[in-house]
Structures are given as structure tokens and as C-alpha cells.
């Protein structure tokens, strides 16, 4: 695994030297950083409830654990990132629709303050849709 060095990595890639196993770690890295610095950014800006802090952690969680699910549903030994990437996109279209429609109820609640902002609202409707997404994907992915 090359963490600095991409010109390595680019020759590696080319001679086929890079495993499927690999590439998947590759994939996870790179999107935990992302959500890493989506909370880094979310830190400076507001103060942050613990639930917010919570959510990010679980986005990570839910990444690495949801991709060694679709990893090890996927039976083939080749092509693995290229479908997870692309079988990723209509599922993520839906879970932001889905997620969207299950969100209105709940900023209903807080408008009419049904509900308070301490409610860890997000936190479990993120939680719900990530457990959502990587089930259909590892499911899909298995089809293979």
C-alpha cells in the first residue's frame, strides 16, 4: 500500500500488481479522509452535539464494515471497485430520495416543536439509510 508515493502506485496498477483486495482498502481510505474532512469543517463552523460527532464516526464505520460486506458477498476475483462504484450510484440517488421523504416528517416535528434539537433525529435516520445502502449493494453485488 503506497500512501505517498502515486507515481509507484500509477506503475503498480498498470503491471496489474494491484489486488481487488487492495483497491477496496484504496476505496475506504479515500472516503473515510472525506468524511473526516466533512467533520473538520462541521467542527470549525458550529458547536457540535455529541450526536453530530456520533454520526460521523458511524459514516466511517458504516463505509469500511459496508464494503467488506459487498467485498466478501462479491464472488468474481476481478472488477470489484469498477461495479461497486458504479452499482453505488442509483443507490445512492435512492437513499438521498429516501432519505429526503423521511426527513420532512421529522423538520415538520421540530418546526411545530413537536420534537427538540437534541433529538439524535439525523443520527438515526443516517444510520438506518447506511445499514439500507450496503445491504441492497452487497446484495447486488452478489449477483455477480
Given at each position: 500500500m503506497y500512501f505517498w508515493k502515486a507515481e509507484s502506485l500509477q506503475t503498480d496498477l498498470k503491471a496489474g500488481a494491484v489486488t481487488e483486495k487492495d483497491m477496496a482498502l484504496y476505496y475506504v481510505l479515500t472516503y473515510s479522509f472525506?468524511?473526516?474532512?466533512?467533520?473538520?469543517?462541521d467542527v470549525n463552523k458550529d458547536p457540535l452535539q455529541i450526536f453530530d460527532h456520533i454520526e460521523y464516526i458511524l459514516m466511517v464505520v458504516a463505509l469500511?464494515?459496508?464494503t467488506i460486506f459487498?467485498?466478501?458477498k462479491y464472488t468474481p476475483a476481478d472488477k470489484f471497485i469498477e461495479r461497486f462504484i458504479c452499482l453505488?450510484?442509483?443507490l445512492m440517488i435512492r437513499m438521498l430520495t429516501y432519505t429526503i421523504l423521511l426527513a420532512i416528517p421529522f423538520e415538520v416535528m421540530?418546526?411545530?416543536n413537536i420534537m427538540t434539537k437534541s433529538f439524535p433525529y439525523f443520527l438515526i435516520l443516517t444510520t438506518i439509510m447506511n445499514i439500507w445502502f450496503y445491504r441492497r449493494l452487497?446484495?447486488?453485488?452478489g449477483k455477480f
Open positions: 472525506i468524511v473526516f474532512a466533512m467533520w473538520s469543517v469500511a464494515l459496508g459487498a467485498f466478501k453505488s450510484f442509483p421540530l418546526e411545530m452487497g446484495i447486488l453485488m
